[in-house]
């Protein structure tokens, strides 16, 4: 049972693997179950056993890291005052990072625009309800757009840093974000 559970991981990494280079050169409804099947080195029947089509894999593999998002967003959910602003900007750049390929790909003109604004909203929520939990004066209008002036330049800067190879290790790109949010800039005397 365990050397088969480890085959279907291994093909699905592969599968994974495939699509996401096939994104990188195509959009995804240019992509078909052979050159796809072709490219991972498995057959047709192996792909169907575990996705139904080429949009099928594209929403697991959305699916999954959408969960992993939500995931690291649970502490400002849940109205806790001990949440570590740096340990869990690292968290999820380091969620980034380990799916790399898959956001670069979704910020590029290939890439599916609403994954994107469905991660937006994920953090939209979380921290939307913790800035109202930890602060009720504030007016929410205010504080929309804050978030939404936060959520785009934290983008442009994984962009960037995507882009350059991750050069920048994710605990110190972690810091230099929340100074941002704080207020202050890394320059400033």
Not at 98 to 116: M, Q, V
Request: proline share 4%; with cysteine.
């Amino acid at each position: 049972m365990k050397e088969q559970d480890n085959r279907v991981r291994v093909t699905k990494i592969l599968i994974r693997h495939a699509f996401l280079q096939l994104l990188k050169e195509k959009p995804l409804q240019s992509i078909t179950v052979r050159e796809l099947c072709q490219s991972a080195g498995i057959n047709r029947g192996t792909f169907y056993t575990h996705y139904r089509d080429i949009y099928d894999l594209m929403h697991q593999i959305e699916e999954e890291m959408t969960q992993e998002f939500h995931a690291k967003m649970m502490p400002l959910l849940s109205g806790s005052n001990n949440v570590d602003l740096v340990d869990m900007i690292t968290e999820i750049f380091s969620l980034i990072q380990n799916n790399a390929e898959l956001c670069l790909i979704t910020l590029s003109p290939n890439g599916d625009k609403n994954f994107l604004f469905r991660l937006v909203a994920i953090g939209k929520e979380a921290c939307m309800h913790a800035y109202l939990y930890k602060n009720p004066h504030w007016d929410p209008q205010v504080m929309d757009y804050f978030y939404t002036f936060i959520s785009s330049g934290c983008i442009a800067i994984l962009e960037q840093w995507l882009k350059e190879g991750m050069q920048v290790p994710v605990e110190e790109l972690a810091r230099i974000v929340k100074g941002f949010i704080a207020g202050g800039a890394p320059f400033a005397a």
